[in-house]
């Protein structure tokens, strides 16, 4: 026996109030309306510039820090490319440059989000053992790529709206021996169980603290690390994705990370590396 079953499709009529305008409406951007803070771009290779592209193509108002006079020739024609109207220097080692960011940015409104992209270690002690890593250049290391991130999470944090974010960038090297990582590595690790005390204490404000861990790519800080070309070709070989990771894919990532899209993530450290993290042998 055949059975047929017969579809009934009625036309229904829309409200006068709604004629055409939802269907020509363009969809709403990720971080339409937003406001962000982006400390630590250095050229148009930073990581931190791939993040702020793909924010500003999100709808965000940015703001952006430089680290002295040099470092201003690169930024701000980058900064001003993006319509940003608050292009200022600081170097977050300095308390009192952190006390001037917060009254600046608070003269320019209240904040979304903010990108933390600032690491640095002596050349000399990223060369050799990290057995001889100067004292020095241990306190160095841990102070600007890691104690920075805490600093500037306490500046910000009355300029935050709730549901803010916070991002900050991390490396493999942080959780397993990176050759030519050294120091480095021991302040990424330092900077990732930052994000998750900071993510603990700023929760309570509903704002949340979270690390991108990016593939090798091809920046000013990479050029301290030697060899690194060979981490690059070994990381693209091996990654299950079969090549590198580009700054604009961790842009994507972070457009997510710093929209209402995770609002339940907060502590987490997100991989962008083509899948490399997930290998063993």
């Known amino acids: 026996m055949r059975i047929l079953t017969a579809c009934l499709f009625l036309e229904l009529d829309e409200p006068e109030d709604l004629?055409?305008?939802?269907?020509?409406?363009?969809?709403?951007?990720?971080?339409?309306?937003?406001?962000g803070l982006?400390?630590?771009?250095?050229?148009?290779?930073?990581i931190a510039w791939g993040i702020?592209?793909?924010?500003?193509?999100?709808?965000?108002?940015l703001a952006f820090t430089y680290l002295n006079e040099s470092l201003e020739k690169r930024v701000r024609p980058l900064a001003e490319s993006l319509d940003s109207t608050l292009i200022f220097p600081c170097d977050v080692s300095q308390d009192a440059h952190l006390d001037q960011?917060?009254?600046?940015?608070?003269?320019?409104?209240?904040?979304?989000?903010?990108?933390?992209?600032?690491?640095?270690?002596?050349?000399?002690?990223?060369?050799?053992?990290?057995?001889?890593?100067?004292?020095?250049?241990f306190r160095i290391a841990l102070d600007i790529s890691a104690y920075s991130l805490v600093a500037l999470a306490r500046a910000c944090e009355p300029l935050m709206n709730p549901g803010g974010s916070i991002l900050a960038l991390t490396y493999y090297g942080a959780e397993k021996v990176v050759r030519n990582y050294?120091?480095?590595?021991?302040?990424?690790?330092?900077l990732e169980a930052s994000v998750r005390y900071l993510a603990a204490d700023m929760g309570k404000n509903n704002v949340r603290v979270n690390a991108i861990s990016a593939g090798p790519i091809k920046t000013l800080s990479a050029?301290?690390?030697?060899?690194?070309?060979?981490?690059?070709?070994?990381?693209?070989?091996?990654?299950?994705?079969?090549?590198n990771v580009e700054s604009l894919e961790v842009g994507k990532s972070a457009a997510y990370l710093l929209s209402d899209l995770s609002s339940g993530v907060t502590g987490e450290v997100h991989y962008v590396d083509c899948g490399y993290n997930l290998m063993g042998m």
């Open 182 to 190: 050294n120091v480095m590595g021991v302040a990424k690790a330092a």
């Open 101 to 137: 960011l917060r009254e600046k940015v608070e003269k320019w409104g209240k904040l979304d989000f903010v990108v933390h992209a600032v690491a640095f270690a002596q050349r000399e002690d990223l060369d050799g053992r990290f057995i001889d890593t100067s004292r020095e250049g």
């Open 223 to 243: 050029k301290g690390i030697r060899d690194f070309n060979d981490m690059l070709k070994h990381a693209g070989e091996k990654a299950p994705l079969q090549r």
């Open 19 to 35: 004629k055409g305008s939802y269907r020509s409406r363009a969809p709403m951007k990720l971080l339409e309306n937003k406001r």
């Open 38 to 46: 982006v400390v630590g771009v250095a050229n148009s290779h930073s």
């Open 52 to 61: 702020s592209q793909v924010c500003h193509q999100q709808g965000a108002q």
